[in-house]
């Protein structure tokens, strides 16, 4: 099995800076595709940001310029650094592993975190 954890959310004012970590652990072989997602109240999920495991990324328009998106494949770890936070950013913060090779398992699969709450507000 493939657990996905978060963490480096939190409470930021207005033009702060935040850092998110999202660590894969199990038997992974190769993750194609992480990624962050975000789910503000009453709104549907969407994405934020996007690396591939050639360093290819791809943001939304609202966060280019602001946020950017890094992994250590060795490590199966994706961090997002956000900066210049607005309060329209606030949001769950969810990581994504997509594509992903399982030792012992055919196919490829999609994995989910559990969520890291972040709000930007004075």
């Known amino acids: 099995q493939v657990q996905l954890v978060e963490s480096g959310g939190g409470l930021v004012q207005p033009g702060g800076s935040l850092r998110l970590s999202c660590a894969a652990s199990?038997?992974?072989?190769?993750?194609?595709?992480m990624g962050w997602y975000r789910q503000a109240p009453g709104k549907q999920r969407e994405l934020v940001a996007a690396?591939?495991?050639?360093?290819?990324?791809n943001y939304a328009d609202s966060v280019k310029g602001r946020f950017t998106i890094s992994r250590d494949n060795a490590k199966s770890t994706v961090f997002l650094q956000m900066n210049s936070l607005k309060p329209e950013d606030t949001a769950v913060y969810y990581c994504?592993?997509?594509?992903?090779?399982?030792?012992?398992?055919?196919?490829?699969?999609?994995?989910w975190g559990q969520g890291t709450q972040v709000t930007v507000s004075s």
């Open positions: 994504n592993a997509d594509r992903t090779v399982v030792a012992g398992n055919s196919g490829r699969y999609d994995y």
């Open positions: 690396i591939t495991s050639g360093g290819s990324t």
């Open positions: 199990g038997s992974i072989v190769s993750i194609h595709v």
